[in-house]
């Protein structure tokens, strides 16, 4: 199973609102990623949490709170965003480590922020 | 710093045309490498990677060679179908502490019957 689950699929949400995407996967990956990306652009990484420690924040506005409860769930935790947060966001896994490198990609949570 | 460039899009091909897809890199240390596919609407999907220089990475009629002495990761397919239009990204790992996926800006393929 190479699966990255993410919910909901679509999210529309006001400036005001407070929402949560979630990821799940189940290959025993310990490093998971969330990454954002705009139209006809590449992901950008947002957060990296390896052994549910976040290890990478870039730069991220506080308006995103990621959370990672256990080595199978991912949260990210949105709070007053603006619309030009709208984009597709991505999670995906991956070993930690260079014996698998690669990296699993979950289906996206396409976000409209009116 | 960690960089990857891609040739510059879109490119347009006519079904059963081959394909090269030009990707080089920027990186301290050895990184693997990979090439992604993201069809509309939806996540990327890993095409191929390879860990070593000299590595050949394939699937699905799709090939890449990991070339150290030219730091390049090209994608090649011998004959294109419809179904293989999609955009492609170019991306490199490191670990710097943790793990961080570098892309390419990403090429958009189209294939017309």
């Known amino acids: 199973d190479t699966e990255v689950t993410q919910t909901p699929k679509h999210l529309v949400m006001g400036m005001t609102n407070k929402k949560s995407l979630k990821c799940e996967q189940h290959?025993?990956?310990?490093?998971m990623y969330w990454y954002k990306q705009k139209a006809k652009k590449p992901p950008e990484l947002m957060f990296v949490?390896?052994?549910?420690?976040?290890?990478i924040n870039e730069s991220v506005p506080s308006r995103f709170s990621p959370e990672c409860p256990n080595s199978s769930l991912l949260n990210l935790h949105l709070h007053a965003l603006q619309p030009e947060d709208s984009a597709l966001y991505l999670c995906a896994s991956s070993q930690v480590g260079t014996f698998s490198p690669e990296a699993f990609f979950g289906q996206g949570t396409r976000l409209t922020v009116v | 710093g960690n960089s990857v460039t891609q040739m510059e899009g879109p490119v347009t091909l006519s079904e059963e045309a081959f394909l090269t897809i030009n990707c080089t890199y920027t990186?301290?240390?050895?990184?693997?490498l990979f090439w992604y596919v993201q069809y509309p609407g939806e996540g990327l999907q890993l095409l191929l990677k390879a860990t070593k220089a000299d590595d050949k990475g394939s699937n699905k009629g799709f090939e890449a060679t990991y070339r150290k002495e030219t730091t390049s990761f090209h994608l090649e397919k011998g004959s294109v179908q419809v179904s293989d239009s999609a955009v492609y990204f170019c991306a490199l790992r490191v670990i710097q502490g943790a793990q961080k996926l570098v892309f390419g800006q990403g090429t958009r393929l189209t294939i017309n019957p």
């Open positions: 990186a301290t240390g050895y990184p693997s």
């Open positions: 949490y390896s052994y549910e420690k976040l290890s």
């Open positions: 290959m025993g990956h310990r490093a």
